[in-house]
């Protein structure tokens, strides 16, 4: 291939999966990925078809950033070349308003009751699907009568906070979060981030909501690097001055999380900063011990592992998604967010949890989604969830377990099928177990899981905050 094809970084990388074969068969099910790649370099060993420049672009739009692939490397190269290909060729109308999910939201919400009425017309609904690249077996979500953000302005959770120095804040007993609600809970499903909020205050912690952008998320899977960057620029900007006034930064989405605390930071440690802020030698790259690739160095107490720049210098480089901003801002941004979840879970460890919770009858069962899953938080949910009597949880779905959704790749309809046969797996564990109801802390699992079953799916954050209105037998504060 041409080394100056945009496509050549796909390539790269499906090449290099060719040569290691590891995920054949352990990445089969759950990623729509790799079934694709292997089927592409038999073809092309076995019956000498090439492959095509068109091949790689199916294969890159496939890639949805879970995380569960074992190599960092090939999920960035496939998204990396993408990028490279919308930049010489453009972006697609109907992939631009689906990633844009901010935009869509802000829209829908400025006329929620119209914009509902008109999409209640099958015509209108299948218009709108087709212009958009939907698939017409998927609906369309209802927009709410009130964004997020708009209920947080009203209840003054945005007002303006004049900072104070971090050490007068972190002397005060009472926690303080900032709270990034996200495109989805912040217009599609307001009653998770109202709920997030209510279960916070129902913990004597303060929240503030502060000025947010989308992630970044939607825009960096579909290659558009320019929006992607500019988004996590300024949030990057407004969550440090949090952090530097004492607030500890939360999330609800793990998408959001997964961005910040793994994506975010990767590769920053390579950096010309951040080698001279730990005084590495003028030849030597000094690698952070909490590498798995070092877990014998580790198992030693090293706190870093020296090696020699000359030969691992253009191996071993901030190259990554997010390298053209700081590296040290990106790196003290992922140290600082905290999942919701595993922020409340810290509380109740250290018993600072509010635990008055009013009883819910029901079998649930909760599944912990991917992005959750990779940020190294284990599950915290199930543990706090396991606090309200009389209500019944299990776990259901293994580490490789996928509900096939992969933010909004299942709504097109060049995947919709696709997107059926990873989740079905999972579908399947969850009928088996015959649940009342579903639990899962990711929103675009919520609507895959009821695109499919019959069944309510609840953020943890809903149930919290419904056992605690409960318990105490009282309305929101905010009401």
Same mark, same amino acid.
């Given at each position: ?20 074969? $590891?995920?054949?068969?352990? !990445? ?16 092309? #060993? ?25 190599? /960092? ?10 990028? &490279?290909?919308? +930049?010489?060729?453009? !972006? =697609?109308?109907?992939? +631009? ?11 829908? $919400? @400025? ?16 218009? &709108? ?13 209802? !927009? ?36 990034? &609600?996200?495109?989805?809970?912040? *217009?599609?499903? =307001? ?14 912690? $303060? ?24 988004? &996590? ?7 440090? @001055? !949090? ?82 901003? /700081? /590296?040290?801002?990106?790196?003290? %941004? ?8 595993? *922020? ?28 959750? +899953? ?10 706090? %969830? ?7 949880? #299990? ?29 079905? =797996? ?8 015959? /649940?009342?109801?579903?639990? $899962?802390?990711? %929103? ?32 929101? =504060?905010?009401?």
């Amino acid at each position: 291939m041409n080394p100056d094809a945009p496509e050549k970084r796909i390539r790269d990388a499906l090449d290099a999966c060719a040569d290691c074969d $590891t995920c054949r068969f352990l !990445m089969d099910e759950s990623c729509p990925v790799f079934p694709k790649l292997y089927g592409l370099y038999d073809r092309e #060993r076995e019956e000498g078809c090439p492959v095509l420049a068109k091949d790689l672009r199916e294969l890159s739009d496939r890639c949805t950033l879970c995380g569960l692939c074992p190599c /960092p490397n090939i999920r960035e190269d496939l998204i990396q070349g993408k990028t &490279a290909v919308v +930049r010489k060729k453009g !972006m =697609p109308l109907s992939i +631009r308003l689906l990633a844009d999910v901010q935009r869509f939201g802000r829209w829908g $919400t @400025k006329m929620p009751k119209l914009y509902n009425r008109i999409l209640s017309i099958p015509f209108f609904a299948g218009l &709108a699907k087709r212009i958009a690249g939907i698939h017409q077996d998927r609906s369309l979500p209802q !927009m709410p009568a009130q964004s997020f953000f708009a209920w947080a302005q009203n209840q003054g959770l945005d007002r303006t906070i004049e900072l104070k120095s971090s050490g007068d804040l972190k002397s005060s007993e009472k926690p303080k979060a900032a709270y990034f &609600a996200g495109c989805t809970a912040g *217009y599609l499903f =307001p009653e998770v981030a109202k709920a997030a909020v209510e279960v916070m205050l129902r913990n004597n912690i $303060t929240v503030h909501v502060p000025p947010q952008q989308c992630c970044g998320m939607p825009t960096l899977l579909e290659g558009d690097d320019t929006t992607s960057l500019e988004w &996590a620029g300024f949030n990057l900007d407004n969550l440090l @001055k !949090m952090i530097e006034s004492g607030f500890d930064i939360v999330c609800s989405c793990p998408t959001c999380g997964f961005l910040f605390t793994v994506l975010l930071s990767e590769k920053a440690a390579y950096s010309r900063d951040y080698q001279e802020s730990i005084g590495a030698g003028p030849d030597e790259i000094r690698v952070p011990g909490t590498s798995p690739a070092f877990s014998k160095e580790l198992s030693k107490g090293a706190a870093f592992i020296s090696l020699r720049k000359s030969l691992y210098r253009n191996i071993l480089k901030d190259d990554g998604f997010f390298s053209s901003l /700081p /590296p040290l801002a990106r790196m003290e %941004l992922s140290t600082h967010v905290s999942d919701l979840g595993a *922020y409340l879970d810290r509380l109740h460890r250290k018993g600072r949890l509010n635990t008055d919770f009013g009883p819910i009858q029901g079998r649930y069962v909760y599944f912990a989604p991917c992005h959750q +899953r990779e940020q190294g938080i284990k599950s915290p949910y199930p543990n706090l %969830l396991a606090q309200i009597p009389a209500l019944s949880v #299990r776990s259901v779905g293994g580490s490789l377990d996928c509900c096939g959704m992969g933010g909004s790749l299942g709504l097109k309809k060049g995947f919709h099928r696709e997107s059926l046969r990873i989740g079905e =797996p999972l579908i399947e564990k969850i009928r088996r177990t015959d /649940p009342e109801a579903i639990i $899962t802390d990711c %929103l675009s699992c919520r609507l895959q899981f009821t695109h499919l079953l019959p069944l309510p799916v609840y953020h943890p954050l809903e149930l919290l905050f419904q056992s605690y209105t409960a318990f105490f037998e009282i309305s929101s =504060p905010f009401d």
